[in-house]
C-alpha cells in the first residue's frame, strides 16, 4: 500500500503535531501490539505494563491538565488517536484504552473536585490505575430513568446497592465511576456519580463476561451490596449526574465513530491486499470489476464518514453543540464499519472465515459498534428530535 498523506495536507484543522501523535500511535501499534496482541485475546485482557507504556508517552493523558501529567490538547487529537488504535485490528485493545481516556476519565476531568484530582488523575495519566465507567444495569441501557442502583446517604459515608453490566474494564479496573439514584425513582434529574475503588467492602466483580468479539477486553458484571464509600467520592454535584453522563456521550460517540472509521479504513487495505494477489478463473479478484466496484464505493463511503468525524471533532474543539452530529456519526459509522467488514469478508473467501485471519477477527470487534455507546435506534430518534 502507498504512504498516507499527511492530515495536515489534506484537513486544514490538523496540525504538524497531530501527525507527530498519529506516527507515534502506529509505532508503538506496529512494535508493542501487534506482535503480542493475538496472546492477549486467548488471555482476555490487555497487559497492564502496556498501558502503562502507553502512560509513559503521554497516550493516556492527550486531553487532560498538563499538571497531572497530561498534554492538554484537543478532540482532533483525540479522533487521531482512537483512528489509529481503530487500525491496529485488535478491537478489544483499541476499547480497553479508549474507555479508560476518553469514556471513564473524562468524568472527573469534567466533574472532580481539586482534591479527587489529585488523588486519582495523575495515576488515571501515568496508566497506573485504569478506570471504568459503570453505568449500563441488567434492566437499563440508554433508558436511565429506569436505573435501579441506589446510593443512600448515610452520615460521612454513602452507601451503594445495586448491579451494573457490560462493564469494559470491570474485571481488572481499579477506579469505576459508578452512576446511582439518590432520589426519585424514574426521575433522571435524580442520578449521582461516584468514585469506587476496587476493594472496597460490598463492591464485587460479580462475574467476567465472555463476548463475540473484543475479545482481550475485560468486560463484568459488578455489584454492590452495601458498599460504604465515603462522602467525599460523590462526583460532582448530587442529583447532577444525568447531565455529566449525557455530556460525556457526545465526546464518546465522537470516539467511537473514529474508531470505526479506522477499522474500516484498515479493512479496506487488508481487502486491497488479498484481491489484487488472490486469482480465480485465470485473473486477480481485482479484476472482477463488481469486486474493485465495490471496494471503490465502499472506500468513498468511508472517507466521506471520515470527513464528517473530523468535522465534528473540530466544532467540538471550538466548543461549538454537536450533539446531533455526533449522534449522526455513531449511527452512520457503527452501521458502515459492519457493511464494510461483511464485504471484506466475503472478498477473502474462505479465509476470511478462519480464526487466524486478521479480517475474521476484524469482522467480530465490529460487530459491538452498532450498538456500544448508543444503539443505532436510538442514536437515529436522537436525530429525529432535531430535525423537527
Known sequence: MTARTPLHEKFPYFTPEHEMLRE??????????APFADAWEEAGMVPRAVLREMGDLGLLGVRFESEYGGS????????????ELGRSTYGGFAITVLVHTDMAAPHIHHAGNAEQKQRFMPDIVAGKRIAAVAMTEPDAGSDLASMRTTARRDGDHWVLNGAKTYITNGVHGEIFFVAAKTGEAGRN??????????????????????????????????SFE??????????????????????NLQNERIVLAAQAMGEASKAIELAMDWVTQRKAFGATLWDKQAIRHRLAMLNARVEAAKAL????????????????????????CGELVNEVMYDCVQFHGGMGYIRESAIERMSRDARIQSIGGGATEVMLDEIAKRMR
Not at 24 to 33: I, K, N, W, Y
Not at 226 to 247: D, Q, S, T, W
Open 226 to 247: 452495601n458498599c460504604r464509600i465515603p462522602a467525599n467520592n460523590l462526583l460532582g454535584e448530587e442529583h447532577k449526574g444525568f447531565y455529566a453522563l449525557v455530556k
Open 189 to 222: 434529574h435524580q442520578i449521582s456519580m461516584f468514585i469506587v475503588e476496587k476493594g472496597t467492602p460490598g463492591f464485587n466483580v460479580a462475574r467476567p463476561l465472555k463476548k463475540h468479539g473484543w475479545l482481550s477486553s475485560d468486560t463484568a458484571e459488578l
Open 72 to 83: 492538554e490538547l484537543d478532540t482532533l487529537s483525540t479522533v487521531v488517536l482512537a483512528e
Open 24 to 33: 507515534t500511535v502506529q509505532r508503538f501499534v506496529a512494535e508493542r501490539v
Open 309 to 332: 468525524v473530523y468535522n465534528t471533532a473540530w466544532r467540538d474543539a471550538q466548543h461549538h453543540v454537536v450533539v446531533a452530529e455526533a449522534s449522526m456519526l455513531k449511527a452512520l
